[in-house]
């Protein structure tokens, strides 16, 4: 599970949206190999080959393993991925991995991404571009707002309860 808490100033709440592109690294579970940058697309499916209608977002075959290692964006039951607010002190939920055969060890934020500005204004393309800040001006609060773009994460691992 990719958890959050983003430095906010002048805004009410920041959310990385259901269909958001995952740009992460990740290593192989029982190697040393690494891939960094990989993007992870809800909206991209592939079928795993050799499985019963598997599917993923994302494959790999590192060197020296036998079978493809996989991918997939899911949502958990009884866990609300929802938007960082300017009330939030720790990590917020964003997102949930099943991973086979890989890790991620690191995210990028990219964009696209939806800020709520104090006044209640939507901005629903927030990026990162060049790796800088995101800053806008509010005018109907009068407020200038800011998504520092060094966003905090990490990535814990999570088992549903049956």
Not at 1 to 20: D, H, N
Not at 51 to 70: C, E, Q, R, V, Y
Not at 71 to 78: D, E, R, T
Request: hydrophobic share 35%; net charge negative.
């Amino acid at each position: 599970m990719l958890q959050i808490k983003a430095e906010l100033e002048g805004v009410a709440s920041f959310l990385v949206p259901p269909e958001s592109v995952f740009e992460i690294d990740v290593k192989q579970s029982a190697g040393d190999e690494e891939r960094k940058g990989v993007s992870v697309d809800p909206d991209e499916v592939h079928e795993v080959p050799n499985s019963k209608n598997a599917t993923a977002n994302f494959m790999l075959k590192f060197p020296g393993d036998k079978a493809l290692s996989t991918m997939s964006l899911i949502s958990l039951k009884g866990l609300p991925f929802r938007a960082q607010t300017a009330d939030d002190t720790g990590m917020v939920p964003v997102a949930a991995f099943e991973c086979r055969g890989m890790e991620p060890t690191k995210w990028t934020p990219t964009g696209y991404y939806v800020v709520e500005a104090l006044s209640g204004a939507l901005y629903d393309e927030v990026g990162f571009k060049d790796g800088e800040d995101w800053c806008e001006y509010d005018e109907k609060s009068g407020e200038s707002m800011m998504v520092n773009h060094e966003i905090a994460h990490e990535f814990v691992l999570y088992k549903e309860k049956k």
